[in-house]
C-alpha cells in the first residue's frame, strides 16, 4: 500500500481497525482512496471538513431475518441486508444481489462504489446496496417467490420511490424484481416505482435488460475510439460469466463486429472459436436457467473447461479486448500478465471490481485501456434511472429513445474519466483515477454544501 498524503493514510488505516476481516470492502476502499489523494491535494477543505472519513462511512446499515417455507413446508432463514451508503446527491439507489457469498464486506463494497458509478452517470441518485445469502439456484419457483416477499416484508420499511429504489444484480432479475414489487404494493397499498429493472407491463423501462451489457460496450467503443483510434470491428473478445451482463455484452460487441470467443459460469468456461452463439446462450441461460454444459453440447464449435483453481480460464486465449462480466476478484495479476502478453489492447469491466487492484495497475502501466466497472458498467444504473424518470412522468419511451440517451450516457462517463484523468496529470489511460475523482468531486461538493451529517 502506498498512500503519500498522512491524512488520506489515517482514514485508511482507521478504516482497516474498525472493518476487520472485510476484504473486499477494504480493497475497494483502497483503491478509491488511493486515487483521492491528488484531489485531497488540491482542496483543503476536504480535509477541513472531515468529508473522507463521512464519505466511506455508511450513512445506515440494517441487516434483518428473513424466515419462509421451502416446499416441503420446512423453515428456512437467510439474512437480508440494506446498506444505504451516501443520499447526498439523490435517493439511495443500487441492486439487490441474492448469493450465497453475500455478507457486510461485499455489500458495503459494492454501495461504496455505487455511490461514484451513480455520481457519474450525472444523474441525480445516491449510493446504495443490498441483498441477501439466499441462493437461487436449485430453488422451484414458488420458494423464490416466498422469499422474495418475506425478504420485502422486512425492507418495505426502509425503501420507497423518493428514500431509496433499488434494483437487480447476481441471483436477481427480472422474475425476482416482479414478486418483491408485487409484494412492496401489496404492502403500501400504492403503485410507485420502488424498484427498477419490473416487467414491462407494470412500469419497467424498455432497454434496462440490455443496459448495463450495451452499456459497456459503448464505453468501451469510445475509449478505444479516443485513445487508440480504434474499434470493435474485426476484433477478437474474451467475456467471463453468463448472466444478465455477460449475455448483453456478448450481444453488443458482436452488433459492433467483434467475434465473442468465451463466456463462463461458476463450474467452468465456454471456448468458442466460431463466436459465441447469443440466441443459443440466451435458450439456456435465460429461457432454461441450465448450465453451460447445455450450450456446449447443442454447439459443435464449442469446449466446455470444468473450472479449476489457478487456471486462467477465459484469460487465457489471444484476444484484443477482454470483459470481465462475472463477479469481483475473477482476474488476478497472472491474468493480466497473460492478457498482456497476448496482445489485448483494452480490459473494461462488466463486473463490480472483478479486476485485483495489483492487476488494474499493471495493466494500466502497461498502456491497455482499463475501464473501472464503477465506469463502464454504469449503464445499468443509468438506464434505472430513465426507469425512475418515465415512472414519475407516467410515460414509457421507445427502445431507441431509451438505448440513445444510454450510448450518450456511457460517451460522457468515458470522456468525463479521461478529461479527469488529464486535469489531474496522470497516464490518459489512468480511466481508474479519473472515474474515482469525477464521481467524488459531485459527492464532495453536495456534502460540503449540505452540511454535517
Ligand atoms: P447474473 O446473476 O445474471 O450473472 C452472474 C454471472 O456470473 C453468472 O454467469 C454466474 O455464474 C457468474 N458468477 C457469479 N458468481 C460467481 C463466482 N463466484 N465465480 C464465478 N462466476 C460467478 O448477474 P449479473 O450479470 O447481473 O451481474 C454480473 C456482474 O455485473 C456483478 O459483478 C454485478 O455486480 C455487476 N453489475 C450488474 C449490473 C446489472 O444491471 N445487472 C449493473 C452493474 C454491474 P453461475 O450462474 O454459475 O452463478
New binding site residues.
Given amino acids: 500500500m502506498a498512500f503519500k498524503n498522512a491524512y488520506v493514510k489515517s482514514v485508511y488505516e482507521d478504516l482497516v481497525k474498525k472493518n476487520e476481516g472485510q476484504k473486499e470492502f477494504l480493497q475497494a476502499a483502497q483503491e478509491i482512496l488511493e486515487s483521492l489523494e491528488l484531489i485531497v491535494e488540491k482542496r483543503p477543505e476536504i480535509e477541513r471538513e472531515h468529508i473522507l472519513e463521512r464519505f466511506v462511512e455508511p450513512e445506515r446499515l440494517i441487516q434483518f431475518r428473513v424466515a419462509w417455507l421451502d416446499d416441503n413446508n420446512v423453515v428456512r432463514v437467510n439474512r437480508g441486508y440494506r446498506v444505504q451508503y451516501n443520499s447526498a446527491i439523490g435517493p439511495y439507489k443500487g441492486?439487490l444481489?441474492f448469493?450465497p457469498?453475500v455478507n457486510q464486506s461485499i455489500l458495503k463494497f459494492?454501495g461504496l462504489e455505487q455511490v461514484l458509478k451513480n455520481s457519474l452517470t450525472t444523474l441525480p441518485m445516491g449510493g446504495g446496496k443490498g441483498g441477501s445469502d439466499f441462493d437461487p439456484?436449485g430453488k422451484s419457483d414458488k420458494e423464490v417467490m416466498r422469499f422474495c416477499q418475506a425478504f420485502m416484508t422486512e425492507l418495505y420499511r426502509h425503501i420507497g420511490a423518493d428514500t431509496d429504489v433499488p434494483a437487480?444484480?447476481?441471483?436477481v432479475?427480472g422474475r425476482e424484481v416482479a414478486y418483491m414489487f408485487g409484494q412492496y404494493k401489496r404492502l403500501r397499498n400504492e403503485f410507485t416505482g420502488v424498484l427498477t429493472g419490473k416487467g414491462l407491463s407494470f412500469g419497467g423501462s424498455l432497454a434496462r435488460t440490455q443496459?448495463?451489457g450495451y452499456g459497456l460496450c459503448y464505453f468501451t467503443q469510445e475509449a478505444l475510439k479516443t485513445l487508440k483510434n480504434d474499434s470493435f470491428k474485426g476484433k477478437t473478445v474474451a467475456v467471463s460469466?453468463?448472466?444478465?451482463?455477460?449475455t448483453y455484452a456478448i450481444e453488443k460487441a458482436q452488433s459492433l463486429g467483434a467475434k465473442v470467443v468465451t463466456c463462463?459460469?461458476?463450474?467452468g468456461w465456454i471456448y468458442d472459436p466460431e463466436g459465441i452463439d447469443v440466441a443459443l446462450l440466451k435458450e439456456v441461460k435465460e429461457v432454461k436457467r441450465a448450465r453451460l454444459t447445455e450450450y456446449a453440447a447443442a454447439r459443435k464449435s464449442a469446449q466446455y473447461f470444468e473450472k479449476k483453481n489457478g487456471e486462467h480460464g477465459v484469460w487465457q486465449y489471444k484476444v484484443d479486448i477482454a470483459l470481465p462480466?462475472?463477479?469481483?476478484n475473477?482476474l488476478n495479476l497472472e491474468d493480466a500478465k497473460m492478457l498482456v502478453k497476448n496482445g489485448v489492447i483494452a480490459v473494461c469491466e462488466?463486473?463490480?471490481m472483478?479486476t485485483e487492484l495489483e492487476a488494474a495497475h499493471y495493466l494500466i502501466d502497461n498502456g491497455i485501456i482499463y475501464g473501472p466497472?464503477k465506469a463502464s458498467?454504469a449503464g445499468?444504473?443509468a438506464t434505472s434511472g430513465l426507469e425512475m424518470c418515465q415512472n414519475s412522468a407516467r410515460l414509457s419511451w421507445t427502445f431507441e429513445e431509451v438505448d440513445s440517451k444510454l450510448e450518450a450516457i456511457m460517451k460522457n462517463i468515458f470522456h468525463n474519466a479521461h478529461n479527469t484523468a488529464v486535469k489531474y496529470g496522470v497516464r490518459e489511460n489512468d480511466l481508474l483515477t479519473g472515474a474515482n475523482i469525477a464521481g467524488f468531486e459531485k459527492v464532495c461538493d453536495a456534502m460540503l454544501a449540505q452540511g454535517v451529517f
Fill in positions: 441492486g444481489r448469493h457469498s459494492l439456484k437487480g444484480d447476481i441471483g432479475g443496459a448495463t460469466g453468463a448472466g444478465n451482463v455477460a463462463s459460469d461458476s463450474n462480466c462475472a463477479t469481483q475473477e462488466g463486473a463490480n472483478p466497472g458498467n445499468g444504473v
